[in-house]
């Protein structure tokens, strides 16, 4: 049976598979930045009532099965995920307490597509994106 949740006058289950990147693909999600951006993710993601359901943090991208509520636009939840983890990381990890100059950690943009009915597929290929990656690495490089 479907996972339905509520709203006061709504049942929902709406799911996406969302990618995004850092600025200029750089392999920059590593060491402390990953676990943490793993523990803001969740908490942001939860400030405003969405859930993530799946995620993987490679070092040049990051996949993320969300489920969020229809009162809310996949792009606004996005954007909010995207601009509040980039200020925390500058707190953190660049030392700056304000984000007057407009920090840049990711880039413009990002891939989103509905789960629907296949979200056991989408939350298989997210667990095995770092696979997969692998194995296309090798197929390039003839190995």
């Not at 996406?16 to 999600?29: A, C, D, G, L, T």
Request: glycine share 10%.
């Amino acid at each position: 049976m479907r996972d339905f949740k509520s709203l006061s006058h709504t049942r929902w289950d709406c799911k996406y598979h969302v990618v995004f990147i850092p600025k200029k693909r750089q392999k920059v999600i590593y060491g402390k930045i990953r676990s943490y951006l793993g523990e803001i993710f969740h908490d942001l993601a939860g400030r405003k009532g969405a859930k993530i359901e799946e995620g993987h943090l490679m070092g040049d991208h990051i996949h993320i099965c969300i489920s969020i509520p229809p009162k809310y636009a996949v792009s606004n939840i996005v954007g909010y995920l995207k601009g509040k983890s980039a200020i925390a990381i500058a707190r953190k990890f660049r030392g700056r307490q304000r984000n007057f100059n407009g920090e840049h950690f990711w880039a413009r943009g990002y891939y989103v597509s509905t789960v629907g009915l296949d979200e056991e597929m989408v939350r298989a290929y997210i667990r095995n994106q770092e696979r997969e990656d692998e194995h296309r690495d090798q197929l390039r490089l003839g190995l």
